[in-house]
């Protein structure tokens, strides 16, 4: 009689997250292995070092795991765990940086159009994110890449919005230096 492996399977996402509210642990690897790669990419973006990024990926699961019943069907499974890893991610940092000893530049007018980075590999601007110092990497993050507004940032990094907003300028003029060293060059668009 021969042995056939099979990965556990779940018809539905609901029937997933139903399994792990459960405790089944078949259902909460599932769970882990599903989302853990694309989590992690967001770890890395807020965190450097690959160790504390998993590290990050961990906790942000454990809280996902033990706060499923908090999930109430609405919106994307996804982003609720996207938001879960984001605001792991921002605890670490906050826990190992001070935001609020972080520059300000006030009545600077700097806009930004980020077509540039459509031609980028991933992986290229992963390794120039991870350039850049924590908070300009932070806020940059959490503007251009997670879509909240200053007002937000600033409450959750316990910064001022102006703070935020220079921080993200800084963070842009870093960036079109590193991509302009990097070989794109003519990138005056990019802080357009």
Known sequence: MKVVNRKYQFVT????????????RRA???????YSAVMYGVCKR??????????V????????LTNLHQYRGSGSFEGWIRRIVVNESLMFL??????????????????????????????DILGLLSKLPTGYRTVFNLYVLEGYKHREIADMLGISINTSKSQLILAKKKMQDMLE????????????
Do not use: W
């Not at 996402?13 to 089944?24: G, K, M, V």
């Not at 300000?104 to 980075?117: G, K």
């Open 46 to 55: 807020y965190v450097k070092s690959p160790e504390d990024a998993e590290d």
């Open 94 to 123: 906050r826990k190992r940086h001070n935001f609020r000893l972080t520059l300000e530049i006030s009545e600077v007018d700097q806009p930004t159009t980020t077509n540039v980075i459509n031609r980028m590999a991933a992986e």
């Open 181 to 192: 060293d990097f070989g794109y060059p003519g990138l005056q668009k990019f802080n357009k």
């Open 13 to 24: 996402e609901e029937d997933l997250i139903e399994a792990c509210r459960q405790n089944d």
């Open 57 to 64: 990926l961990v906790e942000a699961f454990y809280k996902v």
């Open 28 to 34: 909460q690897k599932t769970l882990y292995d599903r």
